[in-house]
Protein backbone atom coordinates (compact mmCIF):
# COMPACT_ATOMS: atom_id res chain seq x y z
CA UNK A 1 0.00 0.00 0.00
CA UNK A 2 1.25 3.50 -0.98
CA UNK A 3 1.59 6.03 2.03
CA UNK A 4 2.27 9.66 1.52
CA UNK A 5 5.43 11.47 2.47
CA UNK A 6 5.55 13.23 5.70
CA UNK A 7 3.12 11.82 8.15
CA UNK A 8 3.71 9.32 11.14
CA UNK A 9 1.35 7.37 13.40
CA UNK A 10 0.97 5.91 16.12
CA UNK A 11 -1.75 3.93 18.35
CA UNK A 12 -1.80 2.30 22.16
CA UNK A 13 -4.04 0.96 24.53
CA UNK A 14 -4.90 3.51 26.79
CA UNK A 15 -7.45 2.01 29.39
CA UNK A 16 -10.56 3.04 27.34
CA UNK A 17 -11.73 -0.26 25.90
CA UNK A 18 -12.59 -2.96 28.10
CA UNK A 19 -10.64 -5.04 26.16
CA UNK A 20 -6.83 -4.83 26.26
CA UNK A 21 -6.64 -3.18 22.36
CA UNK A 22 -5.05 -0.05 21.28
CA UNK A 23 -7.41 2.11 21.40
CA UNK A 24 -5.71 5.68 20.88
CA UNK A 25 -4.36 6.42 17.30
CA UNK A 26 -2.46 9.84 16.60
CA UNK A 27 -1.59 11.18 12.94
CA UNK A 28 0.79 13.41 12.13
CA UNK A 29 2.04 15.65 9.38
CA UNK A 30 5.28 16.78 10.33
CA UNK A 31 4.61 19.98 8.16
CA UNK A 32 1.46 22.26 8.48
CA UNK A 33 -1.00 20.66 6.54
CA UNK A 34 -3.98 22.24 4.72
CA UNK A 35 -7.27 20.37 6.62
CA UNK A 36 -10.87 20.41 5.54
CA UNK A 37 -13.59 17.94 7.37
CA UNK A 38 -17.38 17.76 6.95
CA UNK A 39 -19.06 16.41 10.10
CA UNK A 40 -22.37 15.02 11.44
CA UNK A 41 -25.39 16.68 10.35
CA UNK A 42 -27.37 14.88 13.46
CA UNK A 43 -28.45 17.79 15.70
CA UNK A 44 -27.01 15.93 18.89
CA UNK A 45 -23.26 16.37 18.57
CA UNK A 46 -20.39 14.92 19.91
CA UNK A 47 -17.53 17.00 21.66
CA UNK A 48 -15.00 16.36 19.33
CA UNK A 49 -16.67 16.80 16.47
CA UNK A 50 -17.69 20.74 18.28
CA UNK A 51 -13.95 21.58 18.86
CA UNK A 52 -12.84 20.12 15.79
CA UNK A 53 -15.03 22.49 14.06
CA UNK A 54 -14.35 25.45 15.97
CA UNK A 55 -10.06 24.48 15.56
CA UNK A 56 -10.55 23.77 11.77
CA UNK A 57 -12.20 27.72 11.87
CA UNK A 58 -9.93 28.96 14.11
CA UNK A 59 -6.82 27.97 11.75
CA UNK A 60 -8.31 28.80 8.58
CA UNK A 61 -8.15 25.04 7.72
CA UNK A 62 -4.63 24.22 9.02
CA UNK A 63 -4.10 21.39 11.26
CA UNK A 64 -1.01 19.01 12.65
CA UNK A 65 -2.20 15.70 13.65
CA UNK A 66 -5.74 13.93 14.41
CA UNK A 67 -6.21 12.29 17.51
CA UNK A 68 -8.68 9.50 17.66
CA UNK A 69 -10.10 7.80 20.75
CA UNK A 70 -12.01 4.04 20.16
CA UNK A 71 -14.17 2.82 23.01
CA UNK A 72 -16.23 6.26 23.86
CA UNK A 73 -17.76 8.72 21.55
CA UNK A 74 -17.31 12.00 24.09
CA UNK A 75 -20.94 12.37 23.51
CA UNK A 76 -23.92 13.71 25.51
CA UNK A 77 -21.24 13.71 29.15
CA UNK A 78 -20.92 16.78 31.39
CA UNK A 79 -17.75 16.87 30.82
CA UNK A 80 -17.47 16.23 27.08
CA UNK A 81 -15.73 19.63 26.48
CA UNK A 82 -13.59 19.66 28.75
CA UNK A 83 -12.06 16.16 27.94
CA UNK A 84 -12.03 17.10 23.63
CA UNK A 85 -10.25 20.40 24.91
CA UNK A 86 -7.54 19.35 27.96
CA UNK A 87 -6.45 16.18 25.65
CA UNK A 88 -6.05 18.67 22.37
CA UNK A 89 -3.84 20.36 24.66
CA UNK A 90 -1.84 18.31 26.02
CA UNK A 91 -1.25 16.32 22.55
CA UNK A 92 -0.15 19.83 21.09
CA UNK A 93 2.13 20.57 23.94
CA UNK A 94 3.62 17.32 23.33
CA UNK A 95 3.78 17.71 19.41
CA UNK A 96 5.23 21.02 19.95
CA UNK A 97 2.21 22.81 18.20
CA UNK A 98 -0.99 24.74 18.54
CA UNK A 99 -3.68 22.89 20.51
CA UNK A 100 -5.67 24.70 17.45
CA UNK A 101 -3.51 22.78 15.04
CA UNK A 102 -5.45 19.12 16.42
CA UNK A 103 -8.30 17.42 15.74
CA UNK A 104 -10.16 15.14 18.16
CA UNK A 105 -11.96 12.58 17.05
CA UNK A 106 -13.68 9.84 19.27
CA UNK A 107 -16.04 6.87 18.60
CA UNK A 108 -17.98 4.15 21.06
CA UNK A 109 -20.94 4.48 23.43
CA UNK A 110 -22.91 7.55 23.90
CA UNK A 111 -23.74 9.11 27.23
CA UNK A 112 -20.61 7.85 29.33
CA UNK A 113 -18.38 9.93 31.24
CA UNK A 114 -14.70 9.65 29.22
CA UNK A 115 -11.45 10.13 31.59
CA UNK A 116 -9.45 12.28 30.38
CA UNK A 117 -6.06 11.63 32.11
CA UNK A 118 -6.71 8.03 30.68
CA UNK A 119 -5.47 9.74 27.08
CA UNK A 120 -3.30 12.39 29.30
CA UNK A 121 -1.28 9.31 30.32
CA UNK A 122 -0.85 7.46 27.27
CA UNK A 123 -0.02 10.37 25.26
CA UNK A 124 3.92 10.43 25.83
CA UNK A 125 3.94 7.04 24.90
CA UNK A 126 1.81 7.50 22.03
CA UNK A 127 3.43 9.96 20.55
CA UNK A 128 7.17 8.07 21.01
CA UNK A 129 5.85 5.51 18.97
CA UNK A 130 5.24 7.35 15.90
CA UNK A 131 6.16 5.74 12.80
CA UNK A 132 5.87 6.57 8.89
CA UNK A 133 5.67 2.77 9.42
CA UNK A 134 2.77 2.22 11.74
CA UNK A 135 -0.37 3.50 9.19
CA UNK A 136 -1.77 -0.57 9.28
CA UNK A 137 -2.00 0.08 13.81
CA UNK A 138 -3.60 3.27 13.51
CA UNK A 139 -6.21 2.00 11.66
CA UNK A 140 -6.62 -0.88 13.86
CA UNK A 141 -6.54 1.27 16.96
CA UNK A 142 -9.85 3.49 15.53
CA UNK A 143 -11.91 0.44 15.03
CA UNK A 144 -15.10 -0.55 17.23
CA UNK A 145 -17.34 -3.45 16.01
CA UNK A 146 -15.77 -3.42 13.02
CA UNK A 147 -14.60 -7.21 12.15
CA UNK A 148 -11.92 -5.97 9.56
CA UNK A 149 -9.16 -2.92 8.70
CA UNK A 150 -10.64 -0.43 6.08
CA UNK A 151 -8.02 1.33 3.94
CA UNK A 152 -7.10 2.29 0.92
CA UNK A 153 -4.74 4.17 -1.00
CA UNK A 154 -3.69 5.65 -4.62
CA UNK A 155 -0.86 7.43 -6.58
CA UNK A 156 -1.78 10.64 -8.40
CA UNK A 157 1.09 12.23 -11.05
CA UNK A 158 3.54 13.33 -8.45
CA UNK A 159 1.16 12.67 -5.36
CA UNK A 160 -0.34 10.03 -2.61
CA UNK A 161 -3.58 9.76 -1.41
CA UNK A 162 -4.25 7.24 1.76
CA UNK A 163 -7.05 6.78 4.08
CA UNK A 164 -8.55 4.69 6.96
CA UNK A 165 -12.05 4.34 8.20
CA UNK A 166 -14.40 2.45 10.54
CA UNK A 167 -17.86 1.70 10.50
CA UNK A 168 -20.16 -0.98 10.58
CA UNK A 169 -23.19 0.16 12.32
CA UNK A 170 -25.25 3.43 13.21
CA UNK A 171 -24.25 3.88 9.47
CA UNK A 172 -26.50 6.23 7.20
CA UNK A 173 -25.52 8.89 4.92
CA UNK A 174 -25.77 12.50 5.68
CA UNK A 175 -22.82 14.47 5.12
CA UNK A 176 -19.82 12.03 5.95
CA UNK A 177 -20.86 9.14 8.17
CA UNK A 178 -18.22 6.93 10.58
CA UNK A 179 -14.78 8.35 11.48
CA UNK A 180 -12.62 8.84 7.87
CA UNK A 181 -9.37 10.53 8.15
CA UNK A 182 -7.23 10.55 4.06
CA UNK A 183 -4.03 12.17 3.60
CA UNK A 184 -2.02 13.15 0.98
CA UNK A 185 1.41 15.08 0.13
CA UNK A 186 0.22 17.31 -2.25
CA UNK A 187 0.29 20.79 -2.28
CA UNK A 188 -3.24 22.61 -1.67
CA UNK A 189 -5.33 25.41 -0.23
CA UNK A 190 -7.80 25.10 2.22
CA UNK A 191 -10.22 26.45 0.72
CA UNK A 192 -9.77 23.93 -2.63
CA UNK A 193 -9.61 21.62 -0.52
CA UNK A 194 -12.57 21.77 0.97
CA UNK A 195 -14.34 21.67 -2.55
CA UNK A 196 -12.76 18.52 -3.80
CA UNK A 197 -13.82 16.83 -0.55
CA UNK A 198 -17.55 17.72 -1.29
CA UNK A 199 -17.26 16.38 -4.57
CA UNK A 200 -15.69 13.26 -2.60
CA UNK A 201 -18.38 12.89 -0.05
CA UNK A 202 -21.33 13.21 -2.21
CA UNK A 203 -19.52 10.32 -4.34
CA UNK A 204 -19.17 7.87 -1.65
CA UNK A 205 -20.14 8.33 2.06
CA UNK A 206 -23.28 10.36 1.04
CA UNK A 207 -23.70 6.84 -1.24
CA UNK A 208 -23.68 4.93 2.16
CA UNK A 209 -26.09 2.92 4.38
CA UNK A 210 -25.65 -0.03 6.81
CA UNK A 211 -28.65 0.28 9.33
CA UNK A 212 -30.07 3.75 9.01
CA UNK A 213 -28.66 5.41 11.78
CA UNK A 214 -26.71 8.11 11.98
CA UNK A 215 -23.76 8.47 14.76
CA UNK A 216 -22.93 11.62 16.23
CA UNK A 217 -19.75 11.68 16.21
CA UNK A 218 -19.30 11.69 11.96
CA UNK A 219 -16.18 13.05 10.92
CA UNK A 220 -14.23 12.47 7.52
CA UNK A 221 -11.06 14.84 7.65
CA UNK A 222 -8.61 15.45 4.71
CA UNK A 223 -4.97 16.58 5.24
CA UNK A 224 -2.51 17.85 2.72
CA UNK A 225 1.05 18.55 3.93
CA UNK A 226 2.67 19.30 0.20
CA UNK A 227 5.50 16.98 1.17
CA UNK A 228 5.45 15.63 -2.75
CA UNK A 229 5.63 19.15 -3.81
CA UNK A 230 3.16 18.65 -6.64
CA UNK A 231 0.92 21.76 -6.47
CA UNK A 232 -2.73 21.18 -7.23
CA UNK A 233 -3.58 23.58 -9.68
CA UNK A 234 -6.46 23.61 -12.64
CA UNK A 235 -3.84 21.43 -14.44
CA UNK A 236 -3.75 18.51 -12.47
CA UNK A 237 -7.36 19.00 -10.33
CA UNK A 238 -9.34 16.75 -12.01
CA UNK A 239 -6.64 14.54 -11.22
CA UNK A 240 -6.88 15.13 -7.75
CA UNK A 241 -10.69 14.88 -7.85
CA UNK A 242 -10.27 11.23 -9.25
CA UNK A 243 -7.68 9.86 -6.40
CA UNK A 244 -9.55 11.43 -3.55
CA UNK A 245 -12.97 9.71 -5.23
CA UNK A 246 -11.49 6.50 -5.54
CA UNK A 247 -10.17 6.36 -1.94
CA UNK A 248 -13.42 7.48 -0.37
CA UNK A 249 -15.12 5.29 -2.49
CA UNK A 250 -13.15 2.35 -1.66
CA UNK A 251 -13.72 2.85 1.84
CA UNK A 252 -16.82 3.57 2.08
CA UNK A 253 -17.67 0.32 0.12
CA UNK A 254 -15.50 -2.03 2.59
CA UNK A 255 -17.65 -0.45 5.52
CA UNK A 256 -20.65 -1.51 3.58
CA UNK A 257 -19.29 -4.85 3.14
CA UNK A 258 -18.63 -5.23 7.08
CA UNK A 259 -22.26 -4.06 8.18
CA UNK A 260 -22.89 -5.45 11.22
CA UNK A 261 -24.27 -8.97 10.94
CA UNK A 262 -24.22 -8.65 7.14
CA UNK A 263 -23.45 -11.89 4.97
CA UNK A 264 -24.32 -9.65 1.59
CA UNK A 265 -22.74 -6.72 0.13
CA UNK A 266 -25.44 -5.26 -2.19
CA UNK A 267 -24.67 -2.67 -5.05
CA UNK A 268 -28.08 -0.52 -6.05
CA UNK A 269 -28.24 1.39 -9.16
CA UNK A 270 -30.61 3.54 -9.86
CA UNK A 271 -30.76 5.36 -13.59
CA UNK A 272 -33.81 7.10 -15.33
CA UNK A 273 -34.70 10.08 -12.75
CA UNK A 274 -35.38 13.07 -13.66
CA UNK A 275 -31.95 14.13 -12.27
CA UNK A 276 -29.36 12.92 -10.23
CA UNK A 277 -30.62 13.89 -7.26
CA UNK A 278 -33.88 11.78 -7.68
CA UNK A 279 -32.07 9.30 -8.41
CA UNK A 280 -30.07 9.08 -5.35
CA UNK A 281 -33.31 9.44 -3.04
CA UNK A 282 -34.57 6.40 -4.84
CA UNK A 283 -31.56 4.64 -4.38
CA UNK A 284 -31.63 5.58 -0.37
CA UNK A 285 -35.30 4.47 0.20
CA UNK A 286 -34.39 1.26 -1.13
CA UNK A 287 -30.53 0.96 0.84
CA UNK A 288 -32.49 2.16 3.94
CA UNK A 289 -35.45 -0.79 4.08
CA UNK A 290 -35.09 -3.56 6.30
CA UNK A 291 -38.01 -5.73 3.91
CA UNK A 292 -35.35 -4.92 0.87
CA UNK A 293 -32.51 -5.50 3.50
CA UNK A 294 -34.09 -8.76 4.76
CA UNK A 295 -35.42 -10.05 1.77
CA UNK A 296 -31.45 -9.98 0.20
CA UNK A 297 -30.63 -11.92 3.35
CA UNK A 298 -32.76 -15.06 2.60
CA UNK A 299 -31.82 -14.94 -1.25
CA UNK A 300 -35.77 -13.69 -1.68
CA UNK A 301 -36.47 -12.39 -5.04
CA UNK A 302 -39.15 -10.20 -3.78
CA UNK A 303 -38.47 -7.59 -6.19
CA UNK A 304 -42.18 -6.01 -4.93
CA UNK A 305 -40.25 -4.14 -1.45
CA UNK A 306 -38.21 -2.68 -3.66
CA UNK A 307 -40.41 -0.87 -5.74
CA UNK A 308 -42.57 -0.35 -2.84
CA UNK A 309 -39.08 1.45 -1.16
CA UNK A 310 -38.76 3.75 -4.17
CA UNK A 311 -42.21 4.41 -4.27
CA UNK A 312 -42.08 6.64 -0.61
CA UNK A 313 -38.71 7.86 -1.45
CA UNK A 314 -40.94 11.02 -2.32
CA UNK A 315 -39.49 11.23 -5.55
CA UNK A 316 -42.37 11.39 -8.41
CA UNK A 317 -42.03 8.88 -11.17
CA UNK A 318 -44.20 6.80 -13.40
CA UNK A 319 -43.84 2.81 -12.13
CA UNK A 320 -45.59 2.00 -14.95
CA UNK A 321 -42.17 2.98 -16.57
CA UNK A 322 -40.17 1.12 -13.76
CA UNK A 323 -38.23 -1.88 -14.55
CA UNK A 324 -35.94 -3.69 -11.56
CA UNK A 325 -32.86 -6.31 -12.40
CA UNK A 326 -31.49 -8.33 -9.35
CA UNK A 327 -28.22 -9.85 -10.49
CA UNK A 328 -29.15 -8.30 -13.87
CA UNK A 329 -32.06 -10.91 -13.95
CA UNK A 330 -35.04 -8.87 -15.14
CA UNK A 331 -38.20 -9.13 -12.73
CA UNK A 332 -40.55 -6.47 -13.33
CA UNK A 333 -40.79 -4.68 -16.62
CA UNK A 334 -42.65 -1.51 -16.14
CA UNK A 335 -44.33 -2.22 -13.02
CA UNK A 336 -44.99 -5.95 -13.53
CA UNK A 337 -43.54 -8.90 -12.81
CA UNK A 338 -41.39 -10.04 -15.83
CA UNK A 339 -40.89 -13.59 -16.61
CA UNK A 340 -37.70 -15.26 -15.09
CA UNK A 341 -36.07 -18.49 -13.59
CA UNK A 342 -36.46 -18.30 -10.15
CA UNK A 343 -34.67 -20.90 -9.12
CA UNK A 344 -31.64 -20.02 -10.71
CA UNK A 345 -31.93 -16.52 -9.43
CA UNK A 346 -32.08 -17.42 -6.29
CA UNK A 347 -28.78 -19.40 -6.16
CA UNK A 348 -27.49 -16.27 -7.89
CA UNK A 349 -28.95 -13.95 -4.83
CA UNK A 350 -26.64 -16.53 -2.64
CA UNK A 351 -23.44 -14.92 -3.84
CA UNK A 352 -21.43 -12.62 -1.43
CA UNK A 353 -22.30 -9.78 -3.87
CA UNK A 354 -26.01 -8.43 -5.25
CA UNK A 355 -26.79 -6.11 -7.72
CA UNK A 356 -30.04 -4.13 -8.03
CA UNK A 357 -30.87 -1.98 -11.03
CA UNK A 358 -33.66 0.17 -10.73
CA UNK A 359 -34.82 1.73 -14.58
CA UNK A 360 -37.53 5.01 -13.85
CA UNK A 361 -37.90 5.81 -17.54
CA UNK A 362 -38.09 9.54 -16.24
CA UNK A 363 -35.04 10.83 -17.46
CA UNK A 364 -31.05 10.73 -17.33
CA UNK A 365 -30.78 11.09 -14.05
CA UNK A 366 -28.57 8.44 -12.25
CA UNK A 367 -26.91 7.33 -9.18
CA UNK A 368 -25.34 4.28 -7.01
CA UNK A 369 -25.72 3.67 -3.43
CA UNK A 370 -24.26 0.70 -1.14
CA UNK A 371 -25.22 -1.18 1.52
CA UNK A 372 -25.81 -4.67 3.20
CA UNK A 373 -28.54 -7.16 3.78
CA UNK A 374 -30.21 -7.21 7.51
CA UNK A 375 -29.57 -10.66 9.41
CA UNK A 376 -30.04 -11.63 13.01
CA UNK A 377 -26.74 -11.07 13.72
CA UNK A 378 -27.27 -7.35 13.50
CA UNK A 379 -29.50 -7.95 16.49
CA UNK A 380 -27.03 -9.93 18.17
CA UNK A 381 -24.23 -7.34 17.90
CA UNK A 382 -26.82 -4.36 19.13
CA UNK A 383 -28.54 -6.02 21.70
CA UNK A 384 -25.30 -6.50 24.21
CA UNK A 385 -23.54 -3.34 22.59
CA UNK A 386 -22.71 -1.76 26.08
CA UNK A 387 -22.13 -5.38 28.01
Known amino acids: MNLPSGFRYGAVYAGIRKVERNDLALIVSDAAASAAAVFTTNRVQAAPVLVGKAHLEATGGRARAVLVNAGNANCATRTGMKVAEATSRAAARILKVRPEEILPSSTGVIGVELDRTLIEKALPKLAAR ?3 DAFDEAADAILTTDTVRKTASTCGPGFVVAGMTKGSGMIHPGMATTLAFVMTDAAIAPGALRKHLRVAVEGSYNRLSVDGDMSTNDTLAVLANGASGTDITSRNAAAFQAALDEVCQSLARQIARDGEGASHFVEI ?12 RVARAIANSPLVKTAIAGADANWGRILCAAGYSGVNF ?22 YDEPALIEKLKSRDVSIQVSLGSGNGKATFWTCDLTHGYIDINGSYRT
Open 130 to 132: LST
Open 269 to 280: EVSGGKNDGEAA
Open 318 to 339: DPGKTSIRLQKTLVCRNGLAAR
